[in-house]
Structure formats: structure tokens, C-alpha cells
């Protein structure tokens, strides 16, 4: 033992001091643990948004003999590709005017995608077609999912057009909206001008049942959210009514995707926190990291394929201004894609 | 050896630091989708940014710019303020402002400052209930003498009929007169949109009108009338979904852009007879092409594209060159070899490959700003 030093101050110096080595793998460990946990606070708005907006459990109530009665006669289905897909997209107004979950789905496009040879086809179905629904008794199409949720609306077109659905995604009118902005707005080309003097004012207004004065112009234009769901959501200057406003409805849809193209991962949390709860899907968070990139490599706008059911196909005459499915030609058309 | 304390105290520090850093370093790797534009006044120059000839008039997020000798200044606030068009001295500017629920035409000088009122749309506070009573004025135009004010114009309308079909035709009314004495020229289509941008051209107007084909869509097709409520006549199919004509300052020749039905956007141009046009011409195919207009030198033709995939809309430059390439230079012929007569066959020229024209691309004027390509543009020479 040195002279000058004391065993027991020693003991207690050394106690307090650590060896180069722990102190560096201290220091390693504890920049590794800081960094994950910035970057997992940056992607936790996001990472709560999927969790509270993915994976939703859908109940699909059976069909009922009457309506099984009424589906369409079989016809041969579409070969099935490996790892094809059909997804029900449902869009609502969910404005004040309307109860959570008790709204219409003013938008639902059946689509199919073929990730093997990279084709989407994309079928509108008019909201005010009139079928037999799958909570029971008979009405537009767009009120299935008032009475039921997104369980009800699966059930009634899987029941009605005798096609199974994989996934659905629903989308609130605010949320279209936001996620446009969210992205930066979208370049659309409108082939002539919608113009509407009785758009409804239910979104920003402070009465929900007040109009506005809506103009599109005509060409190629930069829109965000507010203009694009103009351009999507107005009918009444259109012969084609709510026809014309389906393929406005896909027009958008593909501009979208091909804005969100140029999305970085890190943009995530501000389009979830911009989604907030106007997105629910059935899709698991697995599934849709394996969506984003096949989203991404679909890029042949020839093999999107836009399907509208517009007359022989439907007629008017139905009950309350609805239009009557002719479904033997329906049926046809709807088997040469979706099985 | 290092005292714990201090390792510890260094270890907090050093973890804050690590997870601000992580977080500030994913955000700045956001990617510059949603990045707001830039007004063009606070863009910076480049520094060998190409200058095109005299004054152009823009719009951007409700304000007008000039942008000459690569500068931009701004002439309005943002207000509603698009679709400027010049008068045929250049001493004025017709433009649209558009409120809420309708929009009306102003005249204004070449540094915005507004002179008088041209249309008086907005419905009168008596029947203000009725909110389809407003009118809109869209696209004005005076034509050469400066004495008529063109317009697509959707009045007048009678108070509570609650029109869901809502047309604009195009209209003439002297310039500075109630829109009473007015006059529509054309007849819209219904619940098509109607009859849009009016372009005078010799002897008559030329015009996008709007109308359902075959298949049932909503499609743009060039038409030209001489006469009020004549029924005018096609210049384009409805197949090529053209619109947005700008007749070349010799009046001989229109750029347009044609959709085909499709979202694709062709800068075109055909040369104009004065009762038709000739054969489309497809110039620019890669853009998304909007409101082109001709440089009034004819030196070539200015637009608006997106300045990237699915960007805002920017400047674009097309040089003459790339529609109209040079005649190339006669291939010279063999003369006669000089000193004295030639025995045996005269030598055979080496075959020379033709002369291949430059490919001239468009230039992108302007970057990271958000032009309103709804608004056509004017150009002072």
C-alpha cells in the first residue's frame, strides 16, 4: 500500500468510479436507446392513428334466404391470381348533419388489385342504387352503412353482386380533405367545368344544411383539399349526376397515389395527425406496410382499369328517386374481374 | 476512470441531446410534398435565369404578378384577383376578381391599380337569400377596336328559380355598358359548364365550349362563331378534348391544350385559316400543360406545368424552334471540277448524313411556385 493513502478512502474512490470500458458502453448504449426513443416519439402520432384506425373488427352478418334469393345467377368467376385482393372503399359525409356511424357512404368503389400483373380495377357503384340491404328490407345502397357500419355495407354488396371482400377502407369526407393538404394538394385535369349553385355548405359552415356557390374551372389545375372535394362531391350540374361524380371520384383516387408516390416515411406522423379519425380499416398494420411499396410499383396508368355502372346496366324508377340494377348484366360485368 | 456522477450527468445530457437530435433529424427528412410555395416576389432570381421578352401577367393564390426582365412584382393583394387580359394598346388590363358566390370584371392599369368596375354580379342585398342569383364572369377579353368586352357570363337570372344547371355562355357588351346591354353570343350546352374563353380572332370569336359525346363525358372542343346566337361550328373533335386557345400574335396560328379525354395535358398548335384549323400538331406531350400564350414577338410560347410530379404549377418557356425548326441549309451540289474538260465520270458527292435538328426542350422559368393555372396569362412585347 502506497504511503499517504487510506485503505478505506481508496475502497469508497474506486466504488465511485467506473472502468473505461463500462463507461463506453454506457455511452453507446444510451445514444442507441436515446435515438430509438426520438425517433418513436416522432412516429407516435402516427404509430396511435394506425393503431386506432387499422385492424377495426368487422362483423359480416350472413345473408338471410330472402336475400340470397335475390342474388345474381352465377357466372364463371376470374381465374384467382396469387395474392389478388378486393377491397371496398367507402367515402361518407360526416359532417354535423349526421350522427358518428350513422352516416351515408356517398362513394363506394369496389376494387380489385392484382399485384402479379399490376393491374387495379376500380368498379363505382352508385350510392343510390336500390337493393336489398343486409340488415333487412330494401333501400339505397348508400344507407347500408348507417344501419350497420362497414359489416353492413360488406354484407350488401358481397350479398347483391356476389363477390367476397378482403379489406374495406372508409373515409370521411374531412378526412379526404385533409389528406390532400396533408400531401400538398393534387394535379388533376378537370375535362370541363363543374359548376354548382347548391353545393352544400356542411363542412366549415356554421349551418350544415346552407349552400355555397361552387365553380371547378376547366384544364389542368392544382387542387387541394377543399377544391378537390368540390370537384368530387358536386352532382347537380352533371347530366351523368352521381355517374359523373364517380368518375370524378376515380380521377382523384389516382391522383392521390400518384402524389403520395413522392412521400418520404418521415411524412407519416403530420398525414396521421392530419387523418386523425376519419380513416377506419379492416387492414392489419402488417398488411399495410406490405401495401405501401405495392401501392408504389403500380405505375402503368393503362392497367387502372375505371368501371362505372351506367345505364342498360342500371334504370331509373326506383322507389324515392333510385335507380333500379339490371343485375344479369351487372353480374356479367362484375364476374369478368372480381370473384 | 470517471466519477459516476459525472458519467451519469453526462449521460442524461447526452441522451436529451441523441432524442432531440433523432426527432429534429426525421423531421428534416420530411419530404417537400406539402412544402408551402413561395410568392414570387420572394423567390430569388437565379443567377442565369432566362429572360424572356416584355411583361407577363400571372395570378397566384389571388394576386396578380408582372414578371419582366426575370423579376416579378406584385400588382394586387390577395384578393380573389385572375384571368388578367390586356387591352390591345397595352394600356390596361381587364381582369377577373372572384368573391365567394360570384365574380366580376375590373379594368386596371398595368401596375394594378383598378379603374372601374366592368360587371356588377353580386346579387342585390334585397334578394340576397337566393344565393344562385349571383352571376360569374370568367375569362374577359376586349376585342381589337377596345370597345367590347367579351366574357363567359352565366346571368342574368330570374330570383328563386333555383337553376341546378348552371352554363356560362360567352357574352359581348360595350365596354363600360350595363350588362343590359349586353348580348349573348352563344347558345351553352346544358349541364355541361357552358361556353368559356372567348378569344377574338378575326371576323368572329373563338371559343372552348363544352358538351357530352357519344360515351356521355363532359369534353371541351374549340368552336368559332361570327354572329350572336348563331349556332357556330367545331373546329376540333370532341375525341381530342381541346381547350384554352391562344391565337399567335400573326393570327395565323393557335396553341391549345387537348386532354384526349385522359389525364394528360398536350401543348398543341394548328395553323387557323380564318374559318378552320389545320392538322393538330402535338408539341409538348410530357407535361401537364396549361393556359399557353404566345410571346408577342412570336419567339415562342409561355405556359404553366407542374414543376414536378404532381407539383404546383410553374413558368415555362417553349422557343419557337421547338415547333418551327429552321429549314435546314441546302446540301451544296458538286460543281464541275474547275481546269479544263473532265475525262470519265465525274466524281460522286460522299453521301452527307441530313443535318439533324437540335432537339429543343421546354425551360422551366420559375421554381417552388403555385400559379393558378385556371388563369390564362398576358404578355406585353
Not at chain 2, 394600356?91 to 356588377?120: E, I, K, N, W
Amino acid at each position: 500500500m502506497p504511503l499517504g493513502i487510506k485503505p478505506g478512502h481508496r475502497a469508497r474512490k474506486s466504488r465511485g468510479r467506473l472502468s473505461p470500458f463500462t463507461t463506453l458502453t454506457l455511452v453507446v448504449l444510451a445514444i442507441a436507446m436515446s435515438g430509438v426513443a426520438g425517433g418513436f416519439a416522432y412516429f407516435m402520432p402516427a404509430a396511435l392513428v394506425a393503431w386506432n384506425s387499422t385492424a377495426q373488427a368487422v362483423q359480416v352478418p350472413s345473408p338471410s334466404p330472402a336475400e340470397i334469393l335475390f342474388s345474381p345467377s352465377p357466372s364463371p368467376s376470374p381465374v384467382a391470381q396469387p395474392g389478388a385482393f378486393t377491397v371496398l372503399l367507402l367515402g361518407s359525409d360526416d359532417d354535423s348533419k349526421f350522427s358518428a356511424d350513422h352516416v351515408l357512404t356517398q362513394s363506394m368503389i369496389l376494387m380489385r388489385v392484382q399485384p402479379a400483373t399490376k393491374e387495379v380495377t376500380m368498379l363505382s357503384i352508385p350510392r343510390d342504387l336500390y337493393v336489398h340491404l343486409s340488415t333487412g328490407g330494401s333501400g339505397k345502397i348508400d344507407g347500408a352503412y348507417s344501419y350497420g357500419a362497414a359489416g353492413a355495407a360488406i354484407a350488401t354488396v358481397e350479398q347483391d353482386f356476389g363477390v367476397h371482400i378482403d379489406d374495406y377502407i372508409w373515409v370521411g369526407l374531412l378526412g379526404l380533405v385533409k389528406v390532400i393538404d396533408a400531401i400538398g394538394g393534387i394535379d388533376i385535369v378537370t375535362n370541363s367545368p363543374v359548376m354548382d349553385d347548391y353545393y352544400p355548405a356542411d363542412v366549415y359552415g356554421s349551418w350544415p344544411y346552407d349552400y355555397q356557390r361552387v365553380a371547378v374551372l376547366a384544364g389542368p389545375q392544382h387542387l387541394d383539399g377543399i377544391h378537390a372535394m368540390q370537384y368530387v362531391r358536386s352532382r347537380h350540374s352533371d347530366l351523368q349526376s352521381d355517374f359523373g361524380r364517380s368518375k370524378r371520384q376515380q380521377q382523384v383516387l389516382q391522383a392521390i397515389r400518384l402524389k403520395a408516390k413522392q412521400l418520404a416515411p418521415s411524412d407519416l406522423p403530420a398525414l396521421a395527425t392530419a387523418i386523425g379519425g376519419e380513416l377506419k380499416t379492416n387492414f392489419g398494420l402488417d398488411k399495410v406496410a406490405q401495401l405501401v411499396p405495392l401501392a408504389a410499383s403500380f405505375d402503368n396508368p393503362d392497367a387502372i382499369h375505371q368501371v362505372l355502372l351506367l345505364p342498360p346496366y342500371v334504370e331509373p324508377g326506383a322507389p324515392g328517386g333510385s335507380l333500379t340494377p339490371n343485375w344479369g348484366l351487372i353480374s356479367r360485368l362484375v364476374h369478368q374481374t372480381f370473384p | 476512470m470517471i466519477s459516476k456522477f459525472l458519467l451519469a450527468v453526462g449521460l442524461a445530457v447526452v441522451m436529451v441531446a441523441t432524442s432531440v437530435s433523432s426527432y429534429v433529424y426525421l423531421g428534416s427528412r420530411q419530404s417537400k410534398v406539402a412544402a408551402p410555395v413561395q410568392k414570387p416576389t420572394a423567390a430569388t432570381p437565379r443567377a442565369q435565369a432566362f429572360v424572356l421578352p416584355g411583361t407577363i401577367y400571372l395570378a397566384q393564390a389571388g394576386a396578380l404578378y408582372s414578371f419582366s426582365a426575370g423579376r416579378f412584382h406584385q400588382l394586387t393583394s390577395e384578393a380573389g384577383w385572375m384571368q388578367p387580359a390586356l387591352y390591345p394598346d397595352g394600356s390596361h388590363l381587364v381582369v377577373v376578381r372572384r368573391f365567394a358566390s360570384y365574380s366580376d370584371v375590373y379594368a386596371m392599369t398595368p401596375y394594378g391599380a383598378v379603374t372601374a368596375q366592368l360587371t356588377d354580379n353580386a346579387v342585390s342585398a334585397r334578394n340576397a337569400w337566393d344565393i344562385g342569383a349571383n352571376d360569374w364572369s370568367f375569362y374577359p377579353r376586349l376585342s381589337p377596336d377596345q370597345r367590347t368586352l367579351w366574357m363567359s357570363y352565366d346571368g342574368p337570372k330570374i330570383v328563386g328559380a333555383n337553376y341546378f344547371d348552371v352554363d356560362l355562355a360567352v357574352w359581348a357588351l360595350p365596354l363600360g355598358a350595363s350588362i343590359r346591354q349586353g348580348k349573348a353570343w352563344t347558345v351553352a350546352n346544358s349541364y355541361t359548364g357552358g361556353d368559356m374563353q372567348p378569344v377574338p380572332v378575326s371576323g368572329g370569336i373563338m371559343y372552348t365550349k363544352f358538351s357530352y359525346d357519344q360515351n356521355g363525358n363532359r369534353v371541351g372542343q374549340l368552336w368559332f362563331t361570327n354572329r350572336a346566337g348563331a349556332a357556330g361550328r367545331a373546329l376540333t373533335d370532341t375525341s381530342a378534348g381541346c381547350l384554352e386557345p391562344s391565337i399567335s400574335p400573326d393570327g395565323n396560328t393557335v396553341a391549345m391544350i387537348c386532354t384526349y379525354q385522359k389525364q394528360v395535358s398536350y401543348l398543341t398548335i394548328a395553323s387557323w385559316s380564318g374559318a378552320s384549323l389545320g392538322p393538330l400538331q402535338t408539341v409538348v406531350k410530357d407535361q401537364l400543360v396549361a393556359e399557353p400564350i404566345w410571346a408577342p414577338d412570336g419567339s415562342g410560347i409561355a405556359y404553366l406545368a407542374p414543376g414536378g410530379p404532381a407539383a404546383p404549377f410553374q413558368l415555362w418557356w417553349l422557343p419557337r424552334n421547338a415547333y418551327a425548326p429552321p429549314a435546314p441549309s441546302p446540301i451544296p451540289t458538286p460543281s464541275p471540277t474547275p481546269g479544263g474538260p473532265h475525262n470519265g465520270p465525274l466524281p460522286t458527292p460522299a453521301p452527307s448524313a441530313a443535318p439533324v435538328a437540335p432537339v429543343v426542350k421546354p425551360i422551366q422559368i420559375t421554381a417552388n411556385l403555385g400559379f393558378d393555372a385556371t388563369s390564362p396569362l398576358a404578355w406585353s412585347g
